[in-house]
Nanobody, 123 residues
Framework: HVQLVESGGGSVQAGGSLRLSCAVS????????LGWFRQASGKEREWVGS???????NYADSVKGRFTISKANAENTLYLQMNSLKPEDTAMYYC??????????????????WGQGTQVTVS
């Protein structure tokens, strides 16, 4: 079983930065993939990026070069550093954990556990 708790959302002006955190607690297998997703009002949830169990990180094209995923292993916390934020980055951001098959780390259906989300608003 995996529990995920996001924090760090807020309101920021365009061009600004925010860092989201996701506290991960695991009571079973640890070879999971961690992902960040976001969902804007009226839109489908979309993949932002992910960190797999081998340490590989992948990003959506829309955030590549602006967002950075990292993990503090000692604290078992996943981070999403967001720089050069744009109004179109406004969304609820979710942390997720799962075991994506065949490199399908960008599919919401491949993630079993989800956090409650944290709102990011860019104006």
């Amino acid at each position: 079983h995996v529990q995920l708790v996001e924090s760090g959302g807020g309101s920021v002006q365009a061009g600004g930065s925010l860092r989201l955190s996701c506290a991960v607690s695991v009571s079973s297998a640890n070879d999971y993939c961690l992902g960040w997703f976001r969902q804007a009002s009226g839109k489908e949830r979309e993949w932002v990026g992910s960190l797999d169990s081998d340490g590989r990180i992948n990003y959506a094209d829309s955030v590549k070069g602006r967002f950075t995923i990292s993990k503090a292993n000692a604290e078992n916390t996943l981070y999403l550093q967001m720089n050069s934020l744009k109004p179109e980055d406004t969304a609820m951001y979710y942390c997720a954990a799962g075991w994506p098959a065949g490199g399908m780390w960008d599919r919401t259906s491949e993630y079993k556990y989800w956090g409650q989300g944290t709102q990011v608003t860019v104006s």
